[in-house]
């Protein structure tokens, strides 16, 4: 089950009806039965005893053909979780839990997928469904998930999956079948710089550690005499920033005088202690590098605590409505500085942007979904680049070659909701989609863009 190359249920690609693997199913499908009618007349003067054994090794073959779409020129390829008019794709995702903030992702994606279904009749005449479960963020869950997806609901690809410790979790099963783990929603390098080791594995938003890198280059520049201190969640998300921003400094690494981490099951409030600690060594310049709950709990701590230190926010935590939660319980946000690839929802000089009312007019059909989350855009331009697989993918719908395609073909120049010179690339060497930001700053109740955009490509490997 899930091997590359078979045929959707009730298809087959030497003509139609072909209902599956039978003697009595070569009937249906004609030109197997023509060729199997000739191989019979050719053989049938012989003996059972000199023919038999090459017969049914003939007959094997023609089974194994008309069950799996044996191609010939012009034919349809297709695959597990492909049916002549739709495709499934199945998606895990906290939709509860610690970050359940995320959750409106997947349903924002499902609203695109939505959109491209009801105004284009979907991709290449086959509507895209989407199962998405909520694995609360915990990785047994989305290892349950997961094998619920690939083998009962028998899902053509995992799309956005989010989370770098229950990504991490399901990889090596979903490599291990051959089941496409596209676009993971995690910047956790590993997921593209390992992809000679887990190729059915590819993300999309930018590495963090490239993020790291940036945060990096405007310190040298701009604050060179900052005493640094982090405040990490305590897994491969949180350490995989940290290591950016240290590889980043490079010999200046000792700028950062301390790094207190945090685990993700505690409650918000304990992170009082974590940030007196800083806040007692001197820190004047703060790195969060946290998920929403636990950053805009951060930032209200630490005013409370009576300290402003300049404040980094990694991206993943960064919309413009959780910054506004944040304010409304306290904190102090002017001059916070992170970094964008996306276009913000909130920002008023995208008011009249056809990105950005494609994006609307999206979302406008979500009725979980708020306009203003930057998560949900997020959802919406990764949803873009899927589509954009699945169309170039054609009539060639396969596991392997829409996998080949995202981690290797890409070159979108024109995704409508990503900031203006952004490019989606990948290709045989590269397998880093996404790898340029702009650094932001947070004034009057809003994001502005800084400088341009710095491309951090090649720098991670």
Not at 45 to 53: D, I, Q, R, V
Not at 93 to 115: D, K, L, R
Not at 433 to 445: H, L, Y
Request: with cysteine.
């Amino acid at each position: 089950m899930g091997s590359s190359g078979s045929s959707a249920p009730g298809t087959c690609s030497f003509g139609r009806g072909c209902a599956g693997p039978g003697i009595g199913e070569l009937d249906r499908c004609r030109p197997t039965r023509r060729l199997f009618k000739y191989i019979h007349r050719k053989i049938g003067g012989a003996s059972m005893a000199k023919t038999g054994p090459r017969l049914g090794v003939l007959v094997a073959f023609l089974v194994t053909l008309a069950a799996c779409g044996g191609s010939t020129g012009g034919t349809t390829a297709t695959d597990v979780g492909v049916t002549s008019n739709s495709i499934l794709l199945g998606n895990t995702i906290a939709q509860s839990g610690p970050a359940a903030a995320y959750g409106t992702i997947a349903n924002a994606e499902n609203a695109y997928f939505t959109y491209i279904n009801n105004s284009k009749g979907g991709v290449n005449g086959r509507k895209i469904n989407f199962k998405i479960l909520d694995d609360a963020y915990t990785p047994a869950n989305a290892v349950t998930l997961t094998k619920q997806l690939v083998e009962a609901d028998q899902v053509f690809a995992m799309f956005s999956g989010l989370g770098t410790q229950t990504q991490t979790s399901v990889r090596e099963y979903l490599n291990t079948k051959k089941v496409p783990q596209l676009f993971v929603a995690t910047g956790a390098t590993t997921f593209m710089a390992d992809y000679s080791q887990h190729n059915w594995t590819i993300g999309w938003q930018p590495p963090y550690q490239g993020e790291g890198r940036i945060y990096a280059k405007d310190i040298l520049a701009n604050h060179a005499s900052a005493k640094i201190g982090v405040l990490y969640q305590n897994d491969d998300y949180g350490q995989d920033y940290l290591k950016g921003l240290k590889d980043g400094l490079g010999s200046n690494s000792s700028m950062i005088v301390d790094a207190e981490s945090y685990d993700v099951t505690a409650a918000v409030p304990t992170l009082a202690a974590q940030l007196s600690r800083l806040k007692g060594k001197g820190v004047d310049t703060l790195f969060i590098f946290a998920t929403p709950a636990f950053t805009i709990g951060s930032l209200a701590i630490r005013t409370a605590l009576g300290w402003a230190p300049l404040t980094y926010l990694n991206s993943v935590s960064n919309p413009a409505v959780y910054m506004r939660i944040a304010a409304s319980k306290g904190a102090k946000l002017d001059g916070v500085v992170s970094v964008a690839y996306i276009k913000d929802p909130t920002d008023p000089q995208w008011a009249n942007d056809d990105g950005m009312k494609l994006y609307k007019t999206v979302i406008a059909n979500c009725s979980t979904c708020k306009v203003d989350d930057g998560f949900n855009i997020y959802g919406v331009a990764v949803a873009w680049t899927m589509v954009d697989v699945l169309t170039k993918a054609g009539s060639n719908m396969t596991r392997q070659n829409v996998m080949n395609i995202a981690a290797t073909q890409l070159n979108e120049t024109n995704n409508p909701f990503l900031l203006p010179g952004v490019v989606v690339k990948t290709t045989s060497n590269d397998h880093f989609p996404i790898t340029q930001e702009q650094v932001i700053t947070w004034s009057a109740n809003g994001w502005h863009l800084q400088g341009s955009l710095t491309d951090e490509r090649g720098t991670i490997t």
